[in-house]
Nanobody, 119 residues
Framework: QVQLVESGGGLVQPGGSLRLSCAAS????????MGWYRQAPGKERELVAA???????NYADSVKGRFTISRDNAKNMVYLQMNSLKPEDTAVYYC?????????????WGQGTQVTVSS
């Protein structure tokens, strides 16, 4: 009924930038907190950044000052601007959101987009 689709991943050199996008679609009544997570090989999925409907944000300590999360409520989209990328940022990045639909709430995951930081 509702789904999230990420885009914007790729290969980038250390110090470079990437911008991830995530679009929510389906029978959407409301979208509450939206966030980006990542999972590196052999590691657990971790929260990278989250943003509320009102625009309040929180970040993992490892990305503070380098990553910026934003959202466009009219377009049901969330973005992650990633600057000064490091090899340790390499991971599959997933979008997640709390979505109100048909009288209930869903928290779907996107399919993920690979980010590789390497020279």
């Amino acid at each position: 009924q509702v789904q999230l689709v990420e885009s914007g991943g790729g290969l980038v050199q250390p110090g470079g930038s990437l911008r991830l996008s995530c679009a929510a679609s389906g029978s959407i009544f409301s979208i509450n907190t939206m966030g980006w997570y990542r999972q590196a090989p052999g590691k657990e999925r971790e929260l990278v950044a989250a943003i509320t409907t009102g625009g309040s944000t929180n970040y993992a300590d490892s990305v503070k000052g380098r990553f910026t999360i934003s959202r466009d409520n009219a377009k049901n989209m969330v973005y992650l601007q990633m600057n000064s990328l490091k090899p340790e940022d390499t991971a599959v990045y997933y979008c997640n959101a709390v979505i109100g639909s048909r009288g209930t709430y869903f928290a779907p995951w996107g399919q993920g987009t690979q980010v590789t930081v390497s020279s």
